[in-house]
T-cell receptor
């Protein structure tokens, strides 16, 4: 079993939809949780960063962490075609390497 | 602007040849990483370095080599021993040393194709 599980998709939604992307993990020591967005043939860019449990909002994006369930989510409101990309979750206990999910490919159609 | 520069963007290699991928950062980051990305497999760690003149193998180091002679530079050599080198290679860095408090910064990648 992988330390971090993420559905590869693709997830196809119409423009304006609310998107929910998720990861589960097995290591209870993880405290730092991140979401990266990767456009085709580009490097990942940090989108959201959350420490421990709770929610964090930034514009149309909300990151949610439920440590009791070992489950993290990224919500995208009013999705746009420009949101079409692969979204990777990543996490760590702190002074260790990041552990990445395999990424979920999101397609937002106009 | 601070960032990570990977070159070249596209690289073609003949079977049996070694090739070197360049990674340079001006972020003053201590730690640097090399990942390989294949469709459906996510990011796989090849090598990482937390300080100059020191580096460690990642999960898939066989057939690869690295050096870290300068803080800013972490080149990756794909040797002829790497049986399936065609992939997208990503370099990343983080600061402070070994900490993920601020996440990783990635380069734009090098796509290597064996012809």
């Amino acid at each position: 079993q992988k330390e971090v599980e993420q559905d590869p998709g693709p997830l196809s939604v119409p423009e304006g939809a609310i998107v929910s992307l998720n990861c589960t993990y097995s290591n209870s020591a993880f405290q730092y949780f991140m979401w990266y967005r990767q456009y085709s043939r580009k490097g990942p860019e940090l989108l959201m960063y959350t420490y421990s449990s709770g929610n964090k909002e930034d514009g149309r994006f909300t990151a949610q962490v439920d440590k009791s369930s070992k489950y993290i989510s990224l919500f995208i409101r009013d999705s746009q075609p420009s949101d079409s990309a692969t979204y990777l979750c990543a996490m760590s206990g702190g002074f260790q390497k990041l552990v990445f999910g395999t990424g979920t490919r999101l397609l937002v159609s106009p | 602007d601070g960032g990570i520069t990977q070159s070249p963007k596209y690289l073609f290699r003949k079977e049996g040849q070694n090739v070197t991928l360049s990674c340079e950062q001006n972020l003053n980051h201590d730690a640097m990483y090399w990942y390989r990305q294949d469709p459906g497999q996510g990011l796989r760690l090849i090598y990482y370095s937390q300080i100059v003149n020191d580096f460690q193998k990642g999960d898939i180091a066989e057939g690869y080599s690295v050096s870290r002679e300068k803080k800013e530079s972490f080149p990756l050599t794909v040797t002829s021993a790497q049986k399936n080198p065609t992939a997208f290679y990503l370099c990343a860095s983080s600061a402070p040393t070994g900490s993920v408090l601020y996440g990783y910064t990635f380069g734009s990648g090098t796509r290597l194709t064996v012809v």
